[in-house]
């Protein structure tokens, strides 16, 4: 008959092996796809690292909605100090410019690690003679400490907050000194003559056991010692950075950002950026980078964004526009300071 199926003798026992076949099949197929899947989870349980890398791929969350959601759970921001506080709303893309925190003129400041104190510079006017000194004020504008004597161009605290990197000049020189906040002792290191009056410390310039520090002179990374007060080359490049895990160093060599182990082994290339104009400032858990960069709108008119990179997927956004393109920014945990500033602007 047109268009039927014709069995030969023997048709049935025929598609039943066949049936057999394809059975056994999708059973092996099957236990190869478990026997997979348990590996996979050895291997991840293993390297803890891969897993988080794992879960984050398969979660597929933007840059942006990753640090607006740690941002909602655990108080994470980029912080600032300039003339007030500034905080960045990761969810809004904006920079939140909070009021001055001292009842004088001040300056540019930096904001310890863990988001509690600013290292800032505070001015009293005497007749027509400006007396700038160091200052150090908790976040909420309370308990204002003023070190006369000491005067700094930039600021780097140590992770216990006992001791303060800093760039100390005068009109005679300028010094790369450690003042302990305790004693109130500025040590200095480096010969004065060679030091220049500009920053040469970032916000991020400690060791994890606040034993050693980086830094940058003419053009070259330096680490220092502070136990037996010796300093090294590491590379050339400008602006470093230390993670906070401890285990690498970031600065720039032109467009490009480096890598390298405090040992000065391992270096690497991270990423290539035309315009960047700072140093690389790392999350808590060494997973983002935040970095400001350069645009224009006119030929004579330029602006900065501040961009965040997330490493182990090298995508990035930008977060906020229209900050500043020299001032340090620091990662911190403090809902509580997010809440603050926010509370400061005006209404609409």
Same mark, same amino acid.
């Given at each position: 008959?047109?268009?039927?199926?014709?069995?030969?003798?023997?048709?049935?026992?025929?598609?039943?092996?066949?049936?057999?076949?394809?059975?056994?099949?999708?059973?092996?197929? !099957?236990?190869? +796809?478990?026997?997979?899947? =348990?590996?996979?989870?050895?291997?991840?349980?293993?390297?803890?690292?891969? +897993?988080? #890398?794992?879960?984050?791929?398969?979660?597929?969350?933007?840059?942006?909605?990753?640090? @607006?959601?740690?941002?909602?759970?655990?108080?994470?921001?980029?912080?600032?100090?300039?003339?007030?506080?500034?905080?960045?709303?990761?969810?809004?893309?904006?920079?939140?410019?909070?009021?001055?925190?001292?009842? !004088?003129?001040?300056?540019?400041?930096?904001?310890?690690?863990?988001?509690?104190?600013?290292?800032?510079?505070?001015?009293?006017?005497?007749?027509? &003679?400006?007396?700038?000194?160091?200052?150090?004020?908790?976040?909420?504008? +309370?308990?204002?400490?003023?070190?006369?004597?000491?005067?700094?161009?930039?600021?780097?605290? =140590?992770?216990?907050?006992?001791?303060?990197? !800093?760039?100390?000049?005068?009109?005679?020189?300028?010094?790369?000194?450690?003042?302990?906040?305790?004693?109130?002792?500025?040590?200095?290191?480096?010969?004065?003559?060679?030091?220049?009056?500009?920053?040469?410390?970032?916000?991020?310039?400690? =060791?994890?056991?606040?034993?050693?520090?980086?830094?940058?002179?003419?053009?070259? &990374?330096?680490?220092?010692?502070?136990?037996?007060?010796?300093? #090294?080359?590491?590379?050339?490049?400008?602006?470093?950075?230390? =993670?906070? $895990?401890? $285990?690498?160093?970031?600065?720039?060599?032109?467009?490009?950002?480096?890598?390298?182990?405090?040992?000065?082994?391992?270096?690497?290339?991270?990423?290539?950026?035309?315009?960047?104009?700072?140093?690389?400032?790392?999350?808590?858990?060494?997973?983002?980078?935040?970095?400001?960069?350069?645009?224009?709108?006119?030929?004579?008119?330029?602006?900065?964004?501040? !961009? &965040?990179?997330?490493?182990?997927?090298?995508?990035?956004?930008?977060? @906020?526009?229209?900050?500043?393109?020299?001032?340090?920014?620091?990662?911190?945990?403090?809902?509580?300071?997010?809440?603050?500033?926010?509370?400061?602007?005006?209404?609409?």
């Amino acid at each position: 008959m047109k268009g039927s199926a014709r069995i030969s003798p023997g048709g049935t026992a025929v598609m039943v092996s066949i049936r057999k076949r394809t059975f056994v099949s999708w059973l092996l197929a !099957m236990a190869g +796809s478990l026997v997979f899947i =348990s590996r996979l989870a050895t291997a991840l349980q293993s390297f803890p690292e891969d +897993s988080a #890398r794992f879960a984050a791929a398969g979660q597929n969350e933007s840059v942006r909605a990753e640090l @607006a959601r740690l941002q909602k759970q655990t108080g994470l921001t980029l912080a600032a100090y300039s003339f007030g506080l500034q905080v960045i709303s990761f969810e809004n893309r904006r920079k939140y410019d909070g009021k001055s925190l001292v009842p !004088m003129e001040d300056g540019p400041g930096t904001m310890s690690p863990d988001g509690t104190k600013i290292a800032l510079e505070v001015v009293r006017w005497e007749g027509a &003679v400006r007396a700038a000194s160091l200052g150090v004020v908790r976040w909420d504008g +309370s308990d204002l400490q003023q070190y006369p004597g000491i005067q700094t161009l930039n600021t780097c605290w =140590s992770h216990d907050q006992s001791k303060i990197a !800093m760039t100390a000049f005068s009109k005679a020189n300028t010094t790369l000194g450690i003042f302990e906040v305790a004693s109130k002792q500025l040590h200095t290191f480096e010969p004065q003559s060679e030091i220049d009056p500009k920053s040469h410390f970032t916000s991020q310039c400690w =060791s994890r056991d606040d034993a050693q520090l980086v830094y940058e002179t003419e053009g070259n &990374v330096k680490v220092y010692e502070i136990g037996n007060r010796k300093w #090294r080359i590491l590379a050339k490049g400008t602006q470093p950075t230390w =993670s906070p $895990d401890g $285990d690498w160093i970031a600065y720039r060599d032109g467009a490009t950002y480096f890598a390298i182990r405090p040992s000065g082994e391992d270096k690497k290339t991270l990423f290539n950026k035309t315009r960047a104009v700072s140093g690389l400032y790392w999350s808590p858990d060494s997973r983002f980078v935040a970095y400001i960069h350069q645009d224009f709108i006119g030929l004579d008119t330029e602006f900065y964004h501040l !961009m &965040v990179r997330r490493l182990q997927d090298n995508s990035e956004d930008w977060v @906020a526009n229209g900050v500043l393109c020299c001032i340090n920014y620091q990662w911190v945990k403090n809902a509580q300071l997010v809440r603050h500033v926010e509370s400061e602007l005006p209404s609409h």
